[in-house]
């Protein structure tokens, strides 16, 4: 196997079983994983049995951890870069971790792993031709409202991450702008309880309104102008 001083790992972002064998085999030969939480990294490495010293890299210390690992990196010692859930650097840590890896030509290498932006567009049937991803929703009003308008109005299908919390009040904002809008949410991904609620916007409103959803969701909201 061809080894990097820094490997981004992809975890699964739900079910264990989805882990690959590439991944397992780096997070057991790497002397140090980055991990955004240690205690679910330390539950993960735990059911296969891996033990390796864990250092936290998360949002709040990102900046501030960055050149220790690069310099520890480019003094022999190798790392793992894992997240809770998913690939590093796409709304998780891990972005400001390669700005300075690429400034120091420290290598590094990415193993893919599973994916919610793309299994949940998948499974929501809509065009996956072309496609934008947001990352999450802003949390104001205004800034949120702008942003469901353009993917009502766009030519692609527009994926979004939307708190539980707040899903009911964005789909009914939805609503607002285009009940018939095709919307899909994407809960619990992988898990046991993993559920598609397709439909329209005011569809799922009501839906929503009897029914609260819980877990974590992925929002898609398919393009009046996409193709069909």
């Known amino acids: 196997m061809i080894t990097y ?6 975890l699964p972002i739900g079910n264990r079983e989805d882990i690959t064998r590439r991944a397992l085999e780096v997070l057991q030969t790497v002397d140090c994983i ?3 939480d240690t205690r679910n990294t330390g539950l993960l490495l735990s059911h296969y049995g891996i033990k390796k010293p864990l250092l936290s890299l998360h949002e709040h210390n990102e900046a501030q951890r960055a050149p220790e690992v690069a310099t520890r990196a480019l003094a022999g010692e190798s790392f793992a870069v894992v997240t809770d859930a998913g690939m590093p650097g796409v709304s998780d840590p891990g972005y400001r971790l390669i700005q300075e890896l690429k400034a120091r030509e420290v290598p590094f290498t990415v193993l893919p792993g599973p994916s919610a932006v793309i299994t949940a567009l998948v499974g929501s049937g809509m065009p996956s031709d072309a496609f934008f991803f947001g990352g999450f929703l802003p949390v104001k009003s205004g800034r949120k409202a ?3 308008q353009a993917a009502v109005e766009a030519s ?9 919390f707040r899903i009911q009040k964005t789909i009914q904002a939805l609503a607002g702008i285009d009940p018939a809008a095709p919307v899909c949410v994407a809960r619990e991904l992988t898990k046991v309880f ?3 609620h397709r439909g329209t916007a005011s569809e799922l409103a009501a839906e929503f ?5 819980k877990g974590e969701m992925v929002l898609l909201i398919g393009g009046t102008n996409a193709p069909r």
């Open 156 to 164: 692609h299908t527009s994926i979004f991450y939307e708190s539980p």
């Open 194 to 196: 993993e559920t598609y």
């Open 5 to 10: 001083p820094v490997s981004f790992v992809g």
């Open 209 to 213: 309104a009897a029914h609260p959803p």
């Open 34 to 36: 980055c991990c955004e």
């Open 146 to 148: 702008a942003v469901l």
